[in-house]
């Protein structure tokens, strides 16, 4: 049984430029939850799909946004990137929205982006 | 407001011992707790998963406990082993959030040979 697939693995981006990153969820499963990783902050929530809708967002600027596909594949982007965004982005999937009672997470092994 | 916190931030013990790892929460309204491993610039994996309504989850070496009315669990690891270094999170799903899981900031493990 595949995975939590993130692609790319690694990003070098400039500043001022935008990045799409993607993410599949493990068959079947039709949540996708993003989240930032800094060492400072640790993870932040950025948003959660489920059936192509967004259902949570956490506090994070308009720069950032995504969206998820008939497919439950999902994809964020970062626009006018800035040094503060390099961070490993990682994507979360779930059988049912927000973890649910009976089911936890299953994570990717994330993207490493870092903006010079 | 839910606040996952783990202690300490770094551990280091040597090969064989048994030891425990800390994470507690301040709402005890959550669903359930799950315990995660991350090794140095790789994603998270899944270790252990509490739903709100057992106490406690084994697999092989390891064992979670939850007590919700204290705000407390642990990860308690049997018969360390090198390659149980890395760093190791817990994660509250909380229903009052809208970002429903909300997570420590870990401990990083060093298992010494």
């Known amino acids: 049984k595949a995975g939590v697939t993130q692609t790319p693995r690694y990003l070098i981006k400039t500043r001022g430029q935008q990045v799409t990153l993607s993410c599949s969820p493990i068959?079947?499963?039709?949540?996708v939850s993003w989240y930032q990783q800094t060492p400072g902050q640790g993870l932040q929530f950025l948003f959660e799909y489920f059936s192509e809708t967004q259902r949570n967002k956490g506090n994070f600027p308009g720069r950032f946004s995504g969206r998820q596909f008939s497919n439950s594949r999902s994809e964020m982007n970062v626009s006018t990137l800035e040094l503060g965004d390099s961070a490993l982005y990682l994507c979360?999937?779930?059988?049912?929205?927000?973890?649910?009672?009976?089911?936890?997470?299953?994570f990717g092994s994330g993207t490493r982006l870092t903006v010079v | 407001k839910q606040e996952v916190t783990q202690i300490p931030a770094a551990l280091s013990v040597p090969e064989g011992e048994n030891l425990v790892l800390n994470c507690s929460f301040t709402d005890s309204a959550i669903y359930n707790l799950q315990w995660f491993r991350q090794d140095p610039g790789k994603g998270l994996t899944s270790l252990l998963l509490i739903q709100s309504s057992q106490r406690e989850q084994t697999s092989g070496r390891l064992n979670a406990s939850l007590d919700k009315s204290s705000g407390r669990s642990t990860l308690y690891i049997a018969a360390s082993q090198p390659g149980d270094s890395a760093t190791y999170l817990c994660?509250?799903?909380?229903?009052?959030?809208?970002?429903?899981?909300?997570f420590g900031k870990g401990t990083r493990l060093h298992i010494l040979p």
């Open positions: 979360a999937s779930s059988l049912v929205p927000s973890g649910s009672f009976d089911y936890g997470y299953t």
């Open positions: 068959s079947g499963h039709r949540s």
């Open positions: 994660a509250a799903g909380d229903m009052n959030r809208d970002d429903k899981i909300i």
